[in-house]
């Protein structure tokens, strides 16, 4: 079953940011914004590296997949910041979100928004009983975001074993919220 359906554009309470699925004319958006923010993303996401043409931003961050949805963040009609995925998992009923943010747009509640709307999205359109944000241990901004949005701390992960990044183990926290939480 997949999941490509026509998602609306889902506004962040500012009414100036949303979230719309990437299409394939943003990619050279998505490209130059990982270009301008390539060193501070390099710092948090593993395979950062691997990502050196806009081919490669298709393939990996700018195509949907089978129960995986890629929007990119965006402010002011004509600027992308940032990029999340929403992505469901059918066998158990639950959703995951990622996410960053272009450093220069971090401190103005854009992802914590952001969040907020794919969560209710995974659990109004999909059903969803559980959602999940997987982040880096030592990445505590990341990490600050669920924790604001009242998500459950499940510890690291079983699940994903600890990942080297930029020279440093990072092990992986698993946060989650239940529909009734």
Known sequence: ????????????????????????????????????????????????????????????WGTPRENSLPFGLWLNENQMVGRCRLTRNVETNSADIGYWLGESFQGQGLITAAVEQLMKFAFEQWNVNRMEIHCGDKNLKSRAIPERLGFFNGGMSSTYPPIEINGQIVHTIVYFKNRST
């Open 1 to 60: 079953m997949t999941m490509l359906m026509n998602i609306p554009r889902l506004y962040l309470p500012n009414r100036e940011a949303y979230l719309e699925l990437i299409q394939p004319d943003q990619i050279d958006r998505l490209y130059e914004l990982i270009e301008l923010n390539r060193d501070y993303l390099h710092r948090h996401i593993c395979g950062i590296d691997v990502l050196r043409t806009r081919e490669d931003v298709q393939k990996r």
